[in-house]
């Protein structure tokens, strides 16, 4: 993705501890210092980043990942990152229910950004698993959230009032207490060709009436044109993929009903497909994050292509995760505007939203209206 402009970095500090971090944002809180925290930097470009950081915190140090096999949880340092966590869970038959796209990305960004992946179809954000979380507040203070939570009466620790973007004063997470749950035996995707967006409603249909019970169901549209001219040329045609998830039995009854209930030709893998799990944006591109209610991407992805005038890559959730779209960064200013006012319109009608995640640096101050709901 194309970068904001670099801000000016004065200081980077790494701290080893929980009292090495408090000591240093209590001092920069006295001094009127502005610390920014940082992981693998896999999502910085998202930030609304002053133009001077004065002390840039590098959370490498925050390492732990420890296991616990009588509570099933997992205690993880926030600069960890996500894959290395799942591969140590994973010797003992584990896994935390998270796969952010972001191939870098770290604990304490996933949960900062609440960055959801196609797992939270079935399983929910990323909040939905913090059993707690440990966290410096701006003046130095450490709190954690269990306590808050118990106060709340709630059940979902979210973390994205942590979030360190511009004005706010940051706060950082340094580590987070995750419940964690059995390795499925078997996954299975059942991926179906879309011609057009319109035929998506009634391939949803079908799934839901098959009853079986997806782990994620994915959108890829448009998809890439097998053999094409171009390499990555994009077009209109595009993929509905399902993940089935559980023991060899039930996920070859349920797939059997899946096949049964659809009246398009599919194809079955114990593969993922290659685009599963990932952004549809490349540098330069325009990064839009769409917030659209159940089953209603298809028709945003119809008010895109009108708009621009042309096919627009969308890919996400047809369930209860969010969907993404790659608009062409060199674009002109005002025809950018229009799309995004278009597709904005289009989902405040439904209750959803278009939110503006990255832009190259060229385009900042011409998107900022649009990097909020």
Known sequence: MGQPETPEIRYVATPHSLDELCELMATAHQRGLVVVPRGSGSKFGWLDLPPVIDVLLDMSAFSVCRFDRESGEVTVGAGVAVAAVQDELARSGRRAPLDPPSLRATIGGTFVTAETGPLSHQFGPPAAHVVDATIALPDGTLSTVADTVQLLGSCVCDLRWAYPGHPNHASVVAEIVLRTQALPDVQ???????????????????ISEAGV??????????????????????????????????????????????EASLVTTSHVSDLMPQWWGRYPFRAGDVAVRLNAPDGQLPLVSYALSDAAGMPVPVRGSLGSGPGWAALPGDLPHQRLMTILDTVREVLLARGGSAVVQAVPSELKEVLTPYRRP
């Open 188 to 206: 299975t995707w059942v991926t179906c060709p879309v011609s057009q967006p319109m035929h998506i409603a009634d391939l949803l249909e079908q």
């Open 213 to 258: 019970a997806p782990a994620a169901i994915e959108l890829d549209l448009p998809g890439l044109r097998p053999g094409a001219a171009v390499p990555g040329q994009r077009i209109a045609a595009g993929t509905v993929s399902v993940l089935l998830e559980g023991s060899a039995a039930s996920v070859l009854d349920r797939r059997r009903g899946l």
